[in-house]
DNA sequence: ATGGACACGTGATAC
DNA sequence: TGTATCACGTGTCCA
């Protein structure tokens, strides 16, 4: 730098001639300065509300506050998928039989939520004999007499319909009370909690 | 640039006398700038790394990518509140009584879960009588029989024993049967899901 | 040609 | 001292 003469400041003895081109190139150089700036303000406002978001993040490097972030996202991720997987293994107080095929793949997810009773495994046993289907996953719970099963079949996708048929067969039977098992309170026993 | 004469090249005609401090001035700006980009990478690939996260980031500005990843987190802050939130609120198989007092308040947050009868709100409601007690907040879940009570009490700490008794009093009644409500299977009916 | 977005090199500063 | 980070101005490409 200070081997250069007259970087910055223009000759004394000439200013007309090119006095104008330096006007507009010094104007255009504040302009872009300028715009720089108010980028790099709205990236580290980002950043900053970042900061009070993350824990313990105070004191910490861009780049190491960026790895935490991408840390709690994924952290976050994992849990809302257990969360979302523990709640839909639970079961509800309403009878229903889901059938879903995804992937494009061979394999098709049921699941059933019905009242419990024990004949219910060698009925849904029965129930599935038929179609040829291989069970390749299957998960039960059951919580205050109310049953929840999920399963994952090995089947062809024209059994869909046969094997809605097959579950929902449970289903209607379970309703009639023909098994015996008991009736339980008709009063309705769930309430949605409420809100705040 | 062009006005400096010699801004990087030293004059041929001195070499000796400061070439030394110019080798080691040459030498630490380029260790300098080097250290520069690898902390500019660090940070660009925190940065990729998050847009892979993040969907329908690619051909986002990168203030405008910080600014949705706040959002996410925002979002999945509040998601897993709720989702913990409607989990503390549901009915477990187990009989218990939580009393919880916290924030150095006069609250104590207190929950009963146990099974289902009639006369159950107001036995709960005599037996917080005499603590002179008033409810603050109350979410009542049922499910399959099931109860679980969420309550927000304004009471002084030195009653919260006395609570406690209280409410325990009510589960040991609810399991003696008393009550003629009717008594359901004792098999186990609760599993936990199967991991994976 | 005008402004936006990026990477770069540099001075300042903290440990 | 060297070795980190940061903000800044600039060059460059793209719409």
């Known amino acids: 730098m200070e081997n250069c003469y007259w970087p910055h400041d223009a000759p004394p003895w000439l200013l007309s001639p090119a006095a104008a081109a330096d006007d507009r190139a010094a104007s255009a150089s504040r302009s872009h300065s300028e715009a720089e700036k108010r980028r790099r303000d709205r990236i580290n406002a980002q950043l900053s509300t970042l900061r009070k978001l993350i824990p313990k993040s105070e004191k910490m490097d861009k780049a190491a506050l960026l790895g935490h972030v991408v840390d709690h996202v994924k952290e976050q991720r994992q849990r809302a998928k257990e969360a979302s ?8 107080e309403i009878d229903e039989v889901i059938i879903d095929q995804h992937h494009e793949s061979e394999h098709i997810k049921a699941s059933i939520c019905c009242d419990d009773r024990p004949e219910l495994f060698a009925e849904l046993k029965a129930a599935l004999k038929p179609l040829e289907a291989t069970i390749l996953e299957a998960e039960v719970t059951s919580l205050g007499g109310r049953i929840k099963a999920n399963f994952i079949i090995s089947a062809a996708m024209a059994n869909q319909h046969t094997l809605k ?32």
């Open 85 to 92: 997987k523990s709640s839909s293994s639970m079961p509800s």
């Open 165 to 196: 048929m097959a579950l929902t067969r449970l289903l209607i039977s379970s309703g009639s009370g023909s098994s015996g098992y008991g009736t339980r309170s008709k009063r309705q026993r769930f309430f949605y909690p409420t809100s705040r």
